[in-house]
């Protein structure tokens, strides 16, 4: 089992930047990919960014390609989302996920984190 926990989200100016940090317990942190999904009110969960189990291989959603970076350090058992160019729209309580599946469907998701709210003022 994995659990998951997310900290840096808070309330940014548009144009700003945020690091995100999702805290991984678990002996088996490495053999999973990492994923960011996010979700607005009164909107569906959306995917953000996913990494590959060694952080060789990233995908972006095409609202945050160029602006959000994920990585990951296994030593630590922490994936981190940078967020950068940051819009109103980015808006949303974001999640970190894991899967032991190269996917982007939040259903094969297994393990989710409780969320960090992210504000951006416009």
């Known amino acids: 089992q994995v659990q998951l926990v997310e900290s840096g989200g808070g309330l940014v100016q548009a144009g700003g930047s945020l690091r995100l940090s999702c805290a991984a317990s678990?002996?088996?942190?490495?053999?999973?990919?990492m994923g960011w999904f996010r979700q607005a009110p009164g909107k569906e969960r959306e995917f953000v960014a996913r990494i590959s189990w060694n952080g060789g291989t990233t995908y972006y959603g095409d609202s945050v390609k160029g602006r959000f970076t994920i990585s990951r350090d296994n030593t630590k058992n922490m994936v981190y989302l940078q967020m950068n160019s940051l819009k109103p729209e980015d808006t949303a309580v974001y999640h970190c996920?894991?899967?032991?599946?190269?996917?982007?469907?939040?259903?094969?998701?297994?393990?989710w984190g409780q969320g960090t709210q992210v504000t951006v003022s416009s």
């Open positions: 996920a894991a899967t032991r599946i190269g996917t982007i469907r939040a259903a094969d998701f297994a393990y």
């Open positions: 678990g002996r088996t942190f490495g053999a999973y990919f």
